[in-house]
Every structure is written in structure tokens, then in C-alpha cells.
């Protein structure tokens, strides 16, 4: 059974730093693009970030370039956000998923929560001094 499930939110101060994992299951996380969204109250989601299967391609919401970082570790079937300088606005529930397409098509980046296909249970993220 395929799984993902997320860890490490919290609760930091403005300005903090903290590193979300995504952890997969029962699936081979290699083949998958990999994306970390975010879900406000009132279920809005928005993507946050994303990256290839190969680690070669990101993409970085514009609300978060320059402070958070993806990364994964396919050996270890995880992958990462590294979150720095974080704002208040950051606060939300956030959530990885597991995409079969590639993260790039027809100069496309796939940032819409449609385009993943399976979805961790969410790991909360609160900013607040």
C-alpha cells in the first residue's frame, strides 16, 4: 500500500527555521515526481514546491524562493523541505504528494494539487512569536 507521511512541523518563532520530511512506503520513490503544498483554512491548497524525480528540477512558489529548499534522498525513499526565515503567512498544514508525471511538461511546471496523484496526511506548520 502506497503511503507518505510527513514530519517535522511545529510550532517557531518568526524568523526560524524548520525541516519537514516526507516519507514514502510501499513504493519506490525514485519514479515520482515530488511536490510540498500547503492548506490554509478554508482548504485553500497551494503548491509550495517541487522537485524531479531525478533531484535535477525544482520549482519554487514565489512566496517561499530564496527560504525554503527541497531536496530528496531517493536511497533513503524521502524527501525534504528545509524552511528558513519563516513569516506567520507560512503557517498552514503542510502536505506531500507523489506525482507519476514529469514535474516540467511542455514548459509547464505541475503545481496544481490535481496533478498528484497520492497524498501524505499533512504535518502542521505555526509561526508565531
Known amino acids: 500500500q502506497l503511503q507518505l507521511v510527513e514530519t517535522g512541523g511545529g510550532l517557531v518563532q518568526p524568523g526560524g527555521s524548520l525541516r519537514l520530511s516526507c516519507a514514502a512506503s510501499?513504493?519506490?520513490?525514485?519514479?515520482?515526481?515530488m511536490g510540498w503544498f500547503r492548506q490554509y483554512p478554508g482548504n485553500y491548497r497551494e503548491g509550495v514546491s517541487g522537485i524531479s524525480s531525478s533531484g535535477d528540477s525544482t520549482y519554487y512558489a514565489d512566496s517561499v524562493k530564496g527560504r525554503f529548499t527541497i531536496s530528496r534522498d531517493n536511497a533513503k525513499n524521502e524527501v525534504y523541505l528545509q524552511m528558513n526565515s519563516l513569516k506567520p503567512e507560512d503557517t498552514a498544514v503542510y502536505f506531500c504528494?507523489?506525482?507519476?508525471?514529469?514535474?516540467?511538461?511542455?514548459?509547464?511546471?505541475?503545481?496544481?494539487?490535481?496533478?498528484?496523484?497520492?497524498w501524505g496526511q499533512g504535518t502542521q506548520v505555526t509561526v508565531s512569536s
Open positions: 504528494a507523489a506525482r507519476e508525471g514529469p514535474l516540467y511538461y511542455s514548459g509547464i511546471v505541475a503545481a496544481d494539487p490535481g496533478e498528484y496523484d497520492d
Open positions: 510501499g513504493f519506490t520513490l525514485e519514479y515520482y515526481t
